[in-house]
């Protein structure tokens, strides 16, 4: 027997999960946490995921403008 898909039918789960996803302002639209529901179904750990996005939106600067500011204060004065 084949396994379903997540992301090949509308599913309970992903209703619900979107909906708390929503109330807890988690900013994943819903194709990334299709994603993440495709990922955890594939064996990946909650905590870890949850980890691995925490840190990679914490590496994104909210403004272009600051980061350019960071890397010339980084270069080094001649």
């Given amino acids: 027997m084949s396994k379903k898909s997540t ?8 209703t619900v999960l979107h909906n708390i996803s929503e109330l807890v302002n988690s900013g994943l639209s819903k194709e990334s ?5 495709e990922l955890m179904d594939n064996g990946v750990g909650g905590r870890a995921l949850a980890h691995i996005i925490k840190t990679i939106r ?3 600067p909210e403004n272009k403008g600051e980061e350019s500011e960071d890397s010339e204060s980084a270069a080094p004065t001649q």
Wanted: with cysteine; proline share 6%; net charge negative.
């Fill in 7 to 14: 992301l090949d039918e509308p599913d309970d789960r992903f």
């Fill in 33 to 37: 946490l299709k994603i993440c529901i």
């Fill in 58 to 60: 914490e590496g994104i």
